[in-house]
């Protein structure tokens, strides 16, 4: 059975910063993607960040340059360091874990940015 259980949320002003985490349990092949997505309120999910397996990133537009993601297999953890942070970027963060056909998701951590 995987899990994935975030931490790392919270309330920072505006131009603060953030770092999330996100542990996985559970048997997983070591060639995966792990990454960050965002659901803020009326809006559809969307995708912040991911990191496969040997590294290579993407970024959504709106993060580039402020975001950066990691991870350390080790630990078979990802890590999302948010710097400069908007009001925008208020949400629900979950990460994901993308391995062969299937994916899972951890509960959610709240993220909320005041101006």
């Known amino acids: 059975q995987v899990q994935l259980v975030e931490s790392g949320g919270g309330l920072v002003q505006a131009g603060g910063s953030l770092r999330l985490s996100c542990a996985a349990s559970?048997?997983?092949?070591?060639?995966?993607?792990m990454g960050w997505y965002r659901r803020a309120p009326g809006n559809e999910r969307e995708l912040v960040a991911r990191i496969k397996s040997l590294g290579s990133t993407n970024y959504a537009d709106s993060v580039k340059g402020r975001f950066t993601i990691s991870r350390d297999n080790a630990k078979k953890t990802v890590y999302l360091e948010m710097n400069s942070l908007k009001p925008e970027d208020t949400a629900v963060y979950y990460c994901?874990?993308?391995?062969?056909?299937?994916?899972?998701w951890g509960q959610g951590t709240q993220v909320t940015v005041s101006s």
């Open positions: 559970g048997s997983i092949f070591s060639i995966n993607t």
């Open positions: 994901n874990l993308h391995v062969g056909m299937a994916d899972y």
